[in-house]
């Protein structure tokens, strides 16, 4: 890169925190050109078994790696593993290949890429952003396979024995584990977003990285100096001096509120004036449970369970929902861990019972309507989840609920599943609390005759905010409407938590509100019991929470909900922050923080 490109800075996905800075190491673009040839008839045998040796040949180097890994680095990067041996082995991707090289007669690169391209395309126009995402790990596995068949090998990351950073178009798993192992500082990739692979198995082991820079790997070059911000999402390539003393402070900053944070990683969490509110985590996948010690989570306020149906070609059965949560209820103990039953439908689904495709994803067949639609499913983990309870303080919760009937619905399978477990002796927990998440304004308009029903609330923001301002959470274009302090999502809120406490049960929140600092005045003030949240910003929230005093929040909250506009409402909270609270949002860095190692920006004095 020429030397005027000084600070450029590019944008792309914040996947995993850290700052780094440090010389890029380019790593080749993953589509090496292929050419397209065609062949004899007499040749075509011969091609469609080199597909296929190729085809064995990356089986038995996925296993390799699973072996070479086992036991030292986090399950996550297992389950990326066994999603590719599952693509590999996958037939309907390969016949279709296979297809191409004899209708074609062509050779079976050029065969793969043109399969591989189809797919991408239906890919493409698949609405939810998790399994668009899932198109990157066919394109990895493609690539696997052409690898083979070209004789290109890719780098160890191990060997390399300076810091470095990582540029690359994507990365496979076990690539991303072998940093873990090895000197280099951090990644950064063309494509991926904070639910991609390579993003899931860097925060998992905690390697700063910046994913879906889109052409990062055409702007940097060997040995450019980069500084990589995977807090913002940013990286800037040959910073000036000015730029790596920014960032060495920034970093320094962040170090050193970290450390400062660290302890408030340990309950309790109540106000000054003594008023509890639980801080727990919510969890993505298993793997993340060693982060409820970490940052001194009060139990899982949400377990979100649709991975464990995600990227695979048959529906998992009811003895591995029953590890699954045996686990977490083992691991979570004194506290208690909320299972949701799955929350998926429509397209979402790999394996079968593949659903028509939906004008209206949104306001389709997803969730506690797809588990009641096909009862066996649900019950198959209802049971898992039942028999874990035997194990530890497990809640059982229903998604997207709408009306009573479906409450009743669930409740009766759940019963049925009851008897069943007694019939053959299986322990479980026949006092299991059972909850459901308040995400559709009629389950708040119906939360009185709701409460009734169940044993607790938990409010699902990211979808109340979506059904109540009818804007698609994930659609760009109307982002700048989806505002968490509408005043219609704040009584939303308030009218929930009062028909809850009314009838004596506990409401949580476990949406992205709940671990906003800034929103934390008005959620103490409408008097949420529980708040659940990525595990990482339970510090953040402790400290700030123990800062207030419970009295002085709920008449703010009842002056907040006497305005008629977000943007009054947030105003208002801004001028308290800064003339109320200011002591309970401090947090100060040390003075002189002491640097540690993995800022490398040479060009800086930084003594
Ligand atoms: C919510 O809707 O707020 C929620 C926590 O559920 P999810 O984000 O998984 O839909
Ligand atoms: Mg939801």
Redesign the pocket.
């Known amino acids: 890169m020429a030397r005027e490109d000084q600070n450029l800075v590019l944008k792309g996905i914040a996947a995993s925190e850290g700052i780094v800075a440090g010389p890029a190491f380019v790593m080749t673009s993953a589509r090496l050109p292929i050419p397209k040839r065609i062949l004899d008839p007499g040749l075509i045998p011969a091609e469609v078994e080199r597909l296929r040796k190729a085809l064995r040949e990356a089986v038995h180097e996925l296993e390799d790696v699973k072996k070479e890994f086992q036991g030292a680095v986090t399950r996550e990067v297992f389950s990326i593993i066994d999603t590719h041996s599952m693509l590999i082995q996958d037939e309907s991707l390969w016949s279709e290949v296979e297809r191409k090289i004899q209708d074609g007669q062509i050779n079976v690169e050029w065969a793969i890429r043109k399969t591989i391209d189809e797919w991408l395309k239906v890919f493409a126009s698949i609405r939810d952003d998790y399994l668009r995402e899932r198109s990157q790990e066919v394109e990895l596995v493609a690539q696997r396979v052409l690898d083979k068949l070209i004789g290109h090998k890719d780098k160890d990351l191990r060997q390399i024995d300076q810091p470095v950073i990582i540029v690359a178009h994507d990365l496979r798993p076990e690539q991303t584990a072998q940093m873990f192992f090895s000197k280099v500082l951090g990644f950064s990739t063309d494509i991926g977003s904070a639910t991609s692979h390579t993003a899931i198995v860097a925060r998992s082991l905690e390697i700063p990285a910046v994913v879906g820079l889109k052409n990062i790997t055409h702007l940097v070059e060997d040995g450019d100096l980069i500084i990589l911000d995977g807090i913002e999402g940013n990286v800037i390539v040959n910073p000036d001096d000015q730029l790596c003393r920014k960032y060495f402070d920034r970093r320094a900053e962040w170090e050193s509120i970290n450390k400062l944070l660290q302890e408030y990683s340990t309950p309790p969490s109540r106000t000054k004036d003594g008023f509890q509110v639980q801080l727990s985590a919510n969890l993505e996948i298993l793997d993340e449970i060693h982060f409820l010690s970490k940052y001194g989570a009060e139990g899982v306020g ?1 377990y ?1 369970t649709e991975y464990l149906y995600l990227n695979r070609d048959r529906l998992p059965n009811e003895e591995e929902h029953f590890e699954n949560y045996r686990k977490l209820a083992e691991v979570v103990e004194p506290y208690q861990a909320t299972i949701r039953t799955f ?1 998926l439908g429509g397209d979402k689904f790999i394996s079968e019972p593949k659903a028509a495709a939906e004008m209206n994803p949104a306001l389709g067949l997803r969730a506690i309507r797809f588990c009641l639609r096909h009862p066996d499913i649900f019950k198959t983990q209802i049971r898992g989840i039942l028999r874990a309870s035997a194990f530890g303080k497990i809640r059982m919760m229903f998604p997207l609920i709408s009306d009573l009937e479906e409450v009743l619905e669930a409740k009766k399978i759940m019963r049925e599943a009851m008897d069943e477990l007694d019939r053959e002796g299986v322990k479980f927990d026949p006092a299991i609390p059972v909850g459901i998440m308040v ?1 559709v304004p009629s389950a708040v308009l119906m939360a009185d005759k709701l409460a009734e029903q169940v044993d607790f609330f938990s409010i ?5 905010i979506q059904y109540v301002l009818a804007i698609d959470r994930v659609n760009e274009y109307v982002s700048y409407l989806y505002q968490p302090l509408h005043p219609a999502v704040l009584w939303m809120i308030k009218r929930t938590v009062d028909a809850g406490h009314q009838a004596g049960i506990q409401v949580a929140m ?2 992205e509100m709940a671990g906003d600092i800034y929103l934390l005045p008005i959620l103490v003030g409408l008097g949420l019991d529980q708040l659940s949240m990525p595990a990482r910003l339970i510090p953040r929230v402790r400290k700030v929470l123990r800062g207030f005093q419970a009295g002085e929040l709920k008449p703010v909250a009842e002056e907040l909900l006497k305005f008629s506009t977000a943007e009054k409402i947030k105003t208002r909270l801004q001028e308290l922050a800064k003339k109320e609270w200011a002591e309970a949002y401090r947090m100060e860095p040390e003075k002189n923080p002491e640097p540690s190692g993995g800022f490398l920006c040479q060009k800086s004095d930084q003594s």
């Open positions: 949400l979100r929350d995400e699902g923001t990211n979808d109340l476990c949406g």
